[in-house]
């Protein structure tokens, strides 16, 4: 059974202006996201800043989470790392934390070979109960998890039962999906792609464009999963000078900009992040009041 069909945001971690965590106004985003329809919460992702989290922050982060949203919706825990170690115990205390499922990116930077991911994956898998999503988004971590990986991790090992696809690479997801035989929930993990990649089987999105639209975007996904394409089709469209604003800098850098501008407070980055540029930030500012986000 799938952890979530439909639109889970990938959440900002918002912060105070001296930098620490502001876990009032995570607590806003979360009722905003289930107020809107989101269908799961995926915290300390890439577009949380998790890079920049100490541990105990991250797991400060989650534990908040999964109270805050007290089972309402799935919230899935990204836990990954480059250090299978570290993967392991970030995984251990999120279960114990009483999340739905983890998120785990591929190996960053000392990167790993196929049947390096096939240990590595497994060794993670193997300390919790919890169902896995890896996580393929080699534009950022140098590390591309093949579709034969995919597909063997997802027949051999039990809780290892669907993959976030942002490799933009629509011919290496087809080719994964006809190698799933079903046994693989695919996400797409890029808002631009939602609809291609439910057409080749997909059950939803873990979504940057969430946190400024959860509304729209959960009903790009539902109208598909009802079967109605021609409208997720339209309201894929209708999104995409968005997103593409959305990521005219590196994540997340734009989307807390955007929410920013929305009022909500969410605070600066971490560095190496910094505020966006000014010809940036117009464009999204732009892109976002032709949307109706903004007046």
């Not at 202006?17 to 985003?29: H, S």
């Not at 919706?73 to 934390?97: D, Q």
């Not at 993990?189 to 729209?216: C, H, K, T, Y």
């Amino acid at each position: 059974m799938a952890i979530f069909k439909g639109a889970g945001v990938a959440i900002v971690t918002p912060m105070h202006e001296d930098g620490t965590v502001n876990y009032e106004k995570m607590g806003e985003l979360v009722e905003m996201q289930i107020a809107g329809g989101t269908d799961a919460i995926i915290v300390c992702g890439t577009t949380g800043e998790s890079s920049t989290l100490s541990h105990e922050e991250h797991l400060d982060v989650i534990r908040y989470v999964v109270e805050r949203t007290a089972k309402r919706i799935p919230v899935i825990a990204g836990t990954g790392s480059n250090s299978t170690e570290t993967a392991i115990y970030l995984s251990k205390e999120a279960e114990r934390m009483g999340v739905d499922g983890l998120l785990l990116v591929s190996p960053y930077y000392n990167k790993a070979t196929q049947n390096g991911l096939k240990k590595h994956y497994s060794k993670i898998a193997a300390s919790v109960s919890l169902p896995i999503i890896l996580y393929n988004v080699p534009s950022r971590t140098g590390c591309n998890i093949l579709p034969e990986t995919v597909v063997w991790l997802a027949k051999n090992v039990e809780n290892i039962v669907a993959v976030k696809e942002a490799s933009a690479n629509i011919e290496q997801i087809a080719k994964l999906m006809s190698l799933a035989d079903g046994q693989v929930d695919l996400y797409s993990g890029n808002d631009a792609e939602i609809v291609p990649i439910m057409a080749l089987g997909g059950i939803g999105v873990i979504s940057v464009l969430s946190n400024i639209a959860p509304r729209q975007t959960h009903e790009i996904a539902q109208a598909f999963l009802d079967g109605d394409v021609k409208k997720s089709c339209e309201l894929q469209l209708k999104a995409i000078d968005l997103v593409e604003a959305l990521f005219c800098e590196v994540n997340p850098i734009p989307v807390k900009k955007a929410l920013n501008l929305m009022g909500m407070e969410v605070g600066p980055l971490r560095a190496p992040l910094f505020e966006m540029e000014e010809a940036n930030a117009a464009r999204l500012e732009k892109a976002m009041k032709e949307y109706g986000l903004l007046v």
